[in-house]
């Protein structure tokens, strides 16, 4: 049995807008164009995964960022962090996380048909409320919960506690979907909660052993699973 499912935001509802970036980066005299940015994304993950796991580091986002800027242009590491502080300072207005993943709203908009309390639960920089309204999603989740507002990230079980407090509902059927191995995964298990873990990165790792977490490449992976859940027994 399901009762409540939440979605991590970043590469799970919504991605990186490439051509934005490609954009913004020209502003500042650096060309470049969507398909070298999405060339260089799963390296810069790469890096962005080991700071979250390794814990401690503050700006991951910008790491992240300067990683992906180096990676598809060739500037210099100096020339790519001063660009990603720029572009995290432009965030509350011009977020570049804005372009829908494929079939993951419709997915949104079945399970709230079905009776299901569906929230967001996203480490972000407190805008996550406004973006939403911003693309049309304002009416789309009974709760979205922002690290950046509450003070406390995945995978603390205490950002999983306020989402469930705010959505109603029990660890036991309580389902959370989202990228991050550590953030998502790791901090669902922690908190009791099972986790479909989405992405590419999540199919080529697999599942492991754990029956409490699944691997979702695509929206109609995480429906194929969320539907076995909520007929078994467990
Ligand atoms: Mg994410």
Known sequence: ???????????????????MLAARLGERGVATTAAALAAAQPAAWQRYEQLVAG?????????????????????????????????????PRRNLWRRPVPGMIELVRELRAAGIAVGVLSNSEGHLAALFVEIGWGDEFAAVIDSGVVGVAKPDPRIFALTLAALGGAPATTV?????????VDGARAAGWRAIWFGPAAVAAGPGDDPGVAVARDAAGVRAILAGWATSRA
């Open 1 to 19: 049995m399901i009762t409540t499912v939440t979605f991590d935001a970043g590469q799970t509802l919504i991605e990186l807008d490439a051509a």
């Open 55 to 91: 814990g401690g580091h503050d700006q991951p986002w910008q790491v992240f960022m300067a990683a992906l800027i180096a990676g598809a242009t060739g500037v210099a590491a100096d020339a790519a962090a001063a660009l990603a502080a720029w572009l995290w300072t432009e965030q």
């Open 176 to 184: 959370h979907v989202g990228d991050s191995r550590s953030a998502d």
